[in-house]
């Protein structure tokens, strides 16, 4: 079976065959996936699903696949939800589709004079990546504003859940222990504030992130999670290891807790130095940093 031409066929959004997962990674890493296709309704999603199970093809969801490192091939089909960018704004109640931009909505908002997103307006993902994750920065997370999410079961089904449902924790939710369900909608509650105050603090974040962070080369935001009371950028300069690299891959000179991709890096090269660092960090610190990013082979 062609799967790229019954893909085609079932009229499920667009397909794209032996897609450049430069194109759809933060790190801009060499690779290829099988297929990407992008759903345009939940019908379709459902549709696709089906299809894909019934034939035994491994899939996966993504956002902007800014938590994501993929191995140099990925031998299935990624679903992007892009095109669930649905948003309504109702005073302070924000309902908004999975697919929409993070970094988007939370600076429409904030110059709206509603505050709750400030703290995302320098993180480049998706809502539902961010509600997958459990996104957060500057001591607040999707965790404090979420109201309900819509969610499309195992079983195909339309089902809504509370914040306390969410689970959300440091970086985590429901969602990372139940993959198969996949976040289609989320209300958020955000509060009335001066637009003017709110962007004075976001444009003061943005020049302290020029900064620190070394936002001139593509990467995915902080490798590990801060361990508690203490950074894991310091651990890793600990270990000396600011400017180590491996292949393309590299630990930024400016945060310790990134790892760029200087020069036309893989999946694997990228992989092979995360788990060199952690592996390092334990043998000499006794601390086992916990990895934010996922592999997908």
């Known amino acids: ?18 897609a450049d ?3 759809y990674t933060t790190y801009q890493s060499n690779g290829i996936a099988d297929a990407i296709v992008f759903p345009e ?11 894909l199970r019934e034939h035994k093809v491994k899939h996966k969801v993504i956002g902007n696949g800014s938590n ?53 307006t320098g993180i480049p993902g998706t809502i539902g990546g961010a509600i997958f994750m459990n996104a957060g920065a500057y001591k607040s997370d999707m965790g ?6 819509t969610l499309l079961t195992p079983e195909l089904e339309i089902q809504t859940m509370s914040n306390q449902d969410m689970n959300f924790h440091y970086r985590t939710s ?9 976040c289609l909608e989320v209300e958020l509650d955000l509060i009335k504030k001066d637009a003017e105050e709110i962007m004075e603090i976001i444009k003061d974040r943005k020049k302290r992130r020029l900064e620190t962070q070394p936002l001139e080369y593509p990467s995915a ?10 950074f894991a950028g310091r651990l890793i300069e600990e270990i000396s290891y600011k400017g180590k690299n491996i292949g393309g891959a590299e630990v930024s000179t400016k945060h310790a807790n990134f790892i760029i991709n200087k020069d036309n890096a893989s999946g ?30």
Request: proline share 1%.
């Open 144 to 149: 404090y504003i979420v109201k309900t999410v």
């Open 1 to 18: 079976m062609n799967v790229i031409l019954e893909l085609e066929k079932l009229n499920c959004g667009k397909v794209i065959a032996d």
């Open 221 to 230: 935001g902080s490798v590990f999670r801060n361990p508690e009371g203490d």
């Open 21 to 23: 997962l430069k194109e």
């Open 174 to 182: 429901f969602l990372q222990a139940h993959p198969e369900y996949i």
């Open 41 to 51: 309704t939940i019908d379709m999603l459902k549709k696709l699903l089906l299809f």
């Open 268 to 297: 694997d090269d990228i992989k092979k130095l995360i788990l060199e660092i952690r592996d390092k960090v334990k043998e000499v610190t006794g601390i086992e940093l916990k990895i934010e990013q996922e592999f997908v082979e």
């Open 68 to 120: 994501l490192v993929f191995s140099s091939h990925y031998h299935g089909v990624l679903i992007k939800l892009s095109e669930f960018y649905s948003l309504d704004i109702k005073d302070t109640r924000v309902t908004v589709g999975a697919g929409y931009s993070l970094i988007k909505l939370a600076l429409k908002v904030s110059r709206m004079g509603l505050s709750g997103l400030e703290f995302a």
